[in-house]
Structure formats: C-alpha cells, structure tokens
C-alpha cells in the first residue's frame, strides 16, 4: 500500500491547517483568560494556514491525475463503449417535444 508523494504531501498540509485551527482556538483562549479583545490570529498562524494551503493545494491538483482535453471534437473525448447496464438510460422524456434544430438567434 504505497501513498504517492502528493498523497503524503495533502495529508501533510491537511495536519497544519488542523494545527493552525487548533493554535488559534488555543490562543483565543488565552486572550479570554487573560480579558483581552481578539484582533487577529498571530503571525505564526497565518503562516501556517499559508503553507497548509499552498501544500494541500499542490496535492488537491497533483493526486488525481493529468487533465483531459474538455474540447468536444478531441479524440480524448470519443464513447468507446456504452455502459454495462442499459437500464438506466432513458430516452422517453419531455425533451422530445423541442424540435431538434433551434435557429435561435440572439437579440443584440
């Protein structure tokens, strides 16, 4: 059960934007102990949820894969067979009753 490096580096990030979450209820904590009002996180914390962000980003992008073309003419895009259960695929429905060519034309 080997986990990618960009796995490891979501979970990674994923435990520092936790740690930050936790610094920041901890330290409002301390400021109600000790009466004074909250004006912001401290500056360490905003550099945790920075860097928690930027890692969890990089794995958010990195771990399912490579992009595909979303361009509808690309041969990526081609049905190369149909589902394995045809059941489901209906094709009795209210669009039927639209005429199959629209010339719409917009309104400038």
């Known amino acids: 059960m ?13 435990l520092i934007l936790s ?12 400021l109600k102990i000790m009466e004074e009002e909250f004006s912001g996180p401290p500056i360490t914390v905003v550099a945790e949820l920075l860097v928690g962000l930027v890692l969890s980003l990089w794995a958010g ?22 589902p394995a259960n045809l059941d489901f695929m209906v094709f ?7 005429p199959v060519e629209m010339d719409l034309k ?3």
């Open 106 to 108: 917009l309104k400038h």
């Open 2 to 14: 080997g986990f990618s490096l960009g796995f490891l580096v979501g979970i990674f990030g994923v």
């Open 61 to 82: 992008l990195t771990v399912p894969g490579t992009f595909l073309s979303i361009h509808p003419h690309s041969e990526e895009n081609r049905i190369v067979a149909l």
């Open 92 to 98: 009795n429905h209210r669009g039927k009753v639209f």
């Open 19 to 30: 740690h930050a979450a936790y610094s920041t209820i901890q330290y409002r904590g301390l």
